[in-house]
């Protein structure tokens, strides 16, 4: 019998049943306007309100009123950040990380075009955003400051803590691209002092198309889009009130969940070592950094991860890579570049990323699995020795 | 997640012809490291025919799969007709590749060019540095490929950049990506060339390049018909002009402005100007 083992729990992660039963009601009899007058709708908003609760209490916001609910966390991100600096307008400087999600990247390089500075902090060899770097950076000019909590592809935790508290006596608005956060570690926005915090459902086993955004208490931003009085006129629009009921749902499970963190990791760490063990050519990236405890980014170097995913895609297992071929833009993964790491090893990286649901069977049948497919490539790789078992690769140009 | 046919599938997965041969009659080799994927393509030849071929590939399945195919379509052929197959013919074997993985395919073929012209015992010719970032994924195109269209054709709108270059031409995603980058390259010269624009102007130069063009070509040319043009300001490429004379009441004062006026400036200081009667 073939399993199916997903491990790749970073791209989407599957709707809790919870989840779903608590949506439901929604979609059928529950169907009605959360800004109707009546009771039909009026009833609805209720448990609107309920979920924008159980949000604020995942996040460790102060008060429920700080959460806006988004369509995505790319929306979440980009109302985050242009919202700021619509608001700063005079303020044209922005600072973030080389190796950020493209919904903050790629942003940024548009502000670019439209006028901004923008300090684009690098990373050490294990992906951490250089705090020094970072400090030095911010100045009169600086309309806001935008980090990941933790990259999507090492899983690597970023010095958030402490660029908050820096940022906080700068008085300079701070923006926590928290979307591989939530679920995996403790998030308390008030000790992180930062004034906005981008989360997104399907990350956490709630359902796709909703996010959420805090917004502390008293932070000066400007709407994206106009329209009505939902959400405070932060972001108007119909709310999706199935989304947001099974979003809070999935938040308030993912806080009580935190206590299996500590399981998850030591289940991530026996499948990296096992790897490593059983897998020569292969290396972590990352692993010198304090990471979630669900991620693990493995090297597998002289093959190329789109065929590694593929051979592992039609045994059941599934996992995503920083290949090249394996993305939209044909461009190896930017994360792996920051982190200096030769292409060598980025084309041949295959993330692994696990979830509450994974168990030790599926990791097992992943090992099992996975020495195969290696040695399979091996043999056809032109950087390869077969009679040796020695790989070489030529001079990168 | 790439659709790929059943063909393919079953070449990554099963691939043929694997591995190094011993003392082959040509090899080939393009791709590298740093772009993502390599191949070296094996032929053994006896009596013009290509009687074994063999490949190692460093890529995905698309590039595994087109190098296996190869190896399958010039098996048995003369090395005169090997030389024919062209990239299509990979993708045709392989009942199609996505768009994005084309270039799997020319890899393929750049291979078996490579090892026909070491068995002949002539120079690689294919050295497949492609410089740039991909803009247009559909046709491969590269911004470098864009940015020397607008400086060695004078290319400086959308449409013609799309007929020259076929950039764009497919699903039209990258359309503003490369107005981008038209706008970022014209006026300035970073790509040196003969036929490359000139350092830009400043504002005094330019100024004084138009006043030159009024008094030495339009102003007389006016004064013909009674009429005389006064300079009022110029904001970028926008000349703010007056006609006076027989000119200032003269129905056909636009017509004349925009015929003579804007082209004779266009014609002695820039293909960009505009002219505005105030």
Not at chain 1, 6 to 32: K, Q, S
Not at chain 1, 160 to 184: N, R, Y
Request: aromatic share 6%.
């Amino acid at each position: 019998m073939t399993m199916h083992v997903y491990l790749d729990n970073n791209a989407t992660t599957m709707v809790a049943p919870e989840v779903l039963d608590a949506m439901l009601p929604f979609y059928r009899e529950m169907y009605g306007n959360a800004s109707s007058m009546h009771y039909f709708g009026g009833r609805v908003a209720k448990d609107m309100e309920k979920a924008r609760h159980q949000v604020a209490e995942l996040l460790g916001a102060e008060n429920d009123f700080e959460i806006t609910f988004t369509g995505t966390a790319t929306e979440g991100d980009n109302l985050a950040i242009r919202g700021i600096t619509s608001y700063y307008r005079d303020k044209k400087h922005v600072i973030t990380s080389t190796v950020e999600h493209p919904a903050v990247l790629n942003l940024c390089r548009q502000l670019e075009k439209e006028g901004y500075r923008i300090t684009y902090v690098p990373v050490d060899s294990n992906g951490v955003v250089d705090l020094q770097v970072l400090k030095e950076a911010v100045c009169d000019e600086t309309a806001i400051v935008s980090i990941m909590h933790a990259n999507n592809e090492t899983g690597v935790i970023m010095p958030v803590k402490e660029i908050g508290a820096f940022l906080k006596e700068k008085k300079v608005p701070f923006h926590i691209d928290g979307v591989q956060a939530a679920g995996k570690i403790p998030i308390n926005v008030q000790e992180l002092n930062c004034d906005l915090y981008t989360i997104s459902a399907h990350k956490f086993h709630g359902p796709k198309g909703i996010g959420a955004l805090y917004v502390k208490k008293g932070t000066r931003m400007r709407p994206m889009i106009y329209g009505g009085h939902q959400e405070k006129g932060r972001r108007p629009g119909t709310e999706n009130v199935p989304g947001i009921v099974g979003m809070g749902k999935a938040a308030e499970m993912a806080l009580y969940h935190l206590k299996d963190m500590k399981a998850l990791s030591s289940l991530r760490d026996r499948l990296q070592s096992e790897v490593l063990k059983r897998i020569p050519t292969s290396s972590v990236n990352g692993g010198g950094a304090e990471r979630t405890p669900n991620t693990a980014n493995i090297t597998f170097e002289f093959i190329e991860g789109e065929s590694i995913l593929l051979h592992l895609d039609q045994k059941g297992v599934y996992v995503s890579t920083g290949s090249a071929c394996s993305t939209g833009s044909l461009e190896p993964s930017h994360v792996l570049r920051a982190m200096d790491l030769p292409f060598s090893r980025i084309h041949g990286s295959i993330r692994f990323s696990l979830s509450r649901y994974t168990t030790d069977e599926e990791v097992d049948y992943a090992l099992s699995i996975l020495p195969g497919v290696i040695d399979n490539l091996l043999t056809i790789s032109p950087f390869w020795d077969n009679e040796k078992k020695i790989g070489s690769i030529p001079q990168e140009g | 997640m790439w659709e790929y046919t059943e063909k393919v599938k079953d070449l990554y997965t099963n691939p043929v012809n694997v591995g190094k041969m011993e003392n082959p009659d040509g090899v080939g080799h393009v791709g590298s490291v740093v772009c993502g994927d390599a191949l070296t393509l094996y032929i053994r030849v006896k009596d013009n025919i290509i009687t074994d071929a063999s490949f190692e590939t460093f890529g995905c399945g698309s590039a595994i799969a087109s190098s296996s195919a190869l190896t399958e379509m010039i098996k048995g052929k003369t090395v005169e007709e090997a030389e024919k197959i062209k990239n299509q013919d990979i993708v045709d074997y392989l009942g199609g590749l996505p768009n994005q993985k084309i270039h799997c395919s020319v890899m393929g073929s750049e291979a078996l060019i490579n090892a026909i012209a070491d068995y002949r015992g002539e120079k690689p010719p294919v050295d497949d540095e492609h410089e740039g970032e991909i803009i247009c994924q559909c046709m491969n195109i590269t911004d470098v490929d864009i940015r020397k269209a607008v400086h060695e054709k004078g290319i400086t709108n959308i449409d013609d950049m799309m007929e020259s270059t076929g950039a764009g031409t497919v699903c039209g995603t990258c359309i503003p990506k490369i107005e981008d980058i038209i706008e970022e390259e014209r006026g300035r010269c970073s790509i040196k060339d003969d036929r490359c624009c000139e350092e830009p102007m400043t504002n005094l130069q330019k100024i004084k390049k138009i006043e030159d063009a009024i008094n030495s070509v339009i102003r007389p040319g006016l004064k013909r018909d009674g009429g005389d043009i006064e300079l009022v300001d110029v904001q970028g490429d926008v000349v703010f002009v007056k006609l006076r004379g027989a000119c200032s009441s003269c129905m056909s004062a636009s017509m004349t402005l925009e015929n003579f006026v804007q082209s004779e400036l266009r014609k002695s200081v820039s293909k960009d100007i505009i002219v505005k009667h105030v």
